[in-house]
């Protein structure tokens, strides 16, 4: 069974850090890319974030949206099917619901895997 399950979320002040981690099962964590997507009231689900796999030949194996370059940080640890965004510096414009996708091969068919969701919110 895949699974995809955030946690790490929660309410903070403008300024302050949140690390939102995702822990992954059921399928080939490796070969996957491992994006963090967002979602905010009101408004379409935007990427933040992707790390690519090791053997994806697509340009750079990580990048950010403009919104939060410079402030956040991807990061994958394969032996622990987890992948982790670092966010510093928040704002109350990155409240959202914060979402784990995973894509990729799995008995070569594609896939395209997505975690539950955690709230974030940002406010004094």
């Known amino acids: 069974q895949v699974q995809l399950v955030e946690s790490g979320g929660g309410l903070v002040q403008p300024g302050g850090s949140l690390r939102l981690s995702c822990v992954a099962s059921g399928f080939t964590f490796s070969r996957f890319a491992i994006s963090w997507y967002r979602q905010a009231p009101g408004k379409e689900r935007e990427l933040v974030a992707i790390?690519?796999?090791?053997?994806?030949?697509?340009?750079?194996?990580?990048n950010y949206a403009d919104s939060v370059k410079g402030r956040f940080t991807i990061s994958r640890d394969n032996a622990k099917n987890t992948v982790t965004l670092q966010m510093n510096s928040l704002k109350s414009d990155d409240t959202a619901i914060y979402y784990c996708?995973?894509?990729?091969?799995?008995?070569?068919?594609?896939?395209?895997?997505w975690g539950q969701g955690t709230q974030v919110t940002v406010s004094s």
């Open positions: 790390i690519r796999s090791a053997g994806d030949s697509v340009g750079s194996s990580i």
């Open positions: 996708n995973a894509l990729g091969m799995q008995g070569g068919i594609p896939r395209n895997y």
